[in-house]
């Protein structure tokens, strides 16, 4: 004998319940990301993150890939720019080329911070993808021995901010060595 078929209606009700359900889900699951309680191995965090503000702390030795990692997860549309925060508790620093990996933000600032400033390095290519949009770049407390120019700032378009605050090494009479 065959059983007749059983169809199951759901009310609009029932259906808004589930899409809430899910949407909870899902804004908890972002809110986890954005406020650093994922579980990483690594000595850098997303600290207050948003699709707007990118604050990025580390401690120690860490690895390019680690920034960019956390960069690479907040929700981000390209048409956006965000501001972005790096803060340094570890010796020695180089920012590598196309470090925000295609993002680009408008406002950029570099904290060192320790028993002794951070040596800072900066790429000639680090923040290309943001020249036509930053318009405040900042650097604190960071020890810059290591960079022998500023022309990584050349090509931005819209900077009218520019602030190195104690700072270490800060010579405009040194001859580029690019």
């Known amino acids: 004998m065959i059983?007749?078929?059983?169809?199951?209606?759901?009310?609009?009700?029932?259906?808004?319940?589930?899409?809430l359900i899910l949407w909870m889900e899902t804004s908890a699951t972002r809110a986890k990301l954005l406020n650093n309680t994922w579980n990483d191995q690594n000595n850098c965090a997303?600290?207050?993150?948003?699709?707007?503000?990118?604050?990025?702390?580390?401690?120690?030795?860490?690895?390019?890939?680690?920034?960019?990692?956390?960069?690479n997860r907040i929700t981000y549309t390209g048409s956006e720019t965000f501001d972005f925060s790096l803060k340094l508790h570890t010796p020695s620093a180089i920012i590598p080329a196309n470090f925000l990996g295609g993002k680009r933000a408008s406002r950029i600032s570099l904290h060192c911070s320790g028993r002794a400033p951070t040596k800072l390095q900066i790429d000639?290519?680090?923040?290309?993808?943001?020249?036509?949009?930053?318009?405040?770049?900042?650097?604190?407390?960071?020890?810059?021995?290591?960079?022998?120019?500023?022309?990584?700032?050349?090509?931005?378009?819209k900077l009218n901010s520019l602030s190195i605050q104690n700072s270490l090494s800060v010579a405009s009479d040194r001859k580029s060595t690019r």
């Open 3 to 19: 059983q007749p078929r059983k169809f199951y209606f759901i009310t609009p009700i029932f259906f808004l319940k589930i899409l």
């Open 124 to 157: 000639l290519n680090a923040f290309r993808t943001s020249s036509f949009y930053t318009d405040t770049f900042r650097i604190f407390n960071c020890d810059l021995q290591q960079q022998a120019d500023f022309l990584f700032l050349s090509d931005f378009e």
């Open 46 to 71: 997303c600290k207050g993150c948003s699709e707007k503000t990118i604050n990025i702390e580390c401690v120690g030795k860490f690895t390019v890939r680690e920034v960019q990692g956390i960069i």
